[in-house]
């Protein structure tokens, strides 16, 4: 069983940046791979990106691309998403999630554990 507990959302005016924090209670952080989701009011939850459990390699949705980096800290236990050049398109409520897997997840129906999410908001 994995506890994860996100934080670090806010109001923030588009063009600025917020970093999102995601904390795991587990002793085997190192096993699970980590992401990202969002979901808008009125919209289905969305892929944002994924991190693979020793976090050599990322993969994002195009949407978030070139704006948005996840990176984990395999000895606090805690994964990151650094969002820049935010825009009001997104605004919404971002989940981590977890599943024990070697691979690149990019699915919700692949995650098993989930965070209660964290509201972020970006003013136009």
């Known amino acids: 069983q994995v506890q994860l507990v996100e934080s670090g959302g806010g109001l923030v005016q588009a063009g600025g940046s917020l970093r999102l924090s995601c904390a795991a209670s587990t002793r085997t952080f190192t096993t699970y791979t980590m992401a990202w989701f969002r979901q808008a009011p009125g919209k289905e939850r969305e892929f944002v990106g994924t991190i693979i459990r020793l976090g050599g390699k990322t993969t994002y949705a195009e949407s978030v691309k070139g704006r948005f980096t996840i990176a984990r800290d395999n000895v606090q236990n805690t994964m990151y998403l650094q969002m820049d050049t935010l825009k009001p398109e997104d605004t919404a409520l971002y989940y981590c999630?977890?599943?024990?897997?070697?691979?690149?997840?990019?699915?919700?129906?692949?995650?098993?554990?989930w965070g209660q999410g964290t509201q972020v908001t970006v003013s136009s």
């Open positions: 999630a977890a599943e024990n897997s070697l691979g690149t997840l990019t699915r919700e129906s692949e995650y098993t554990y």
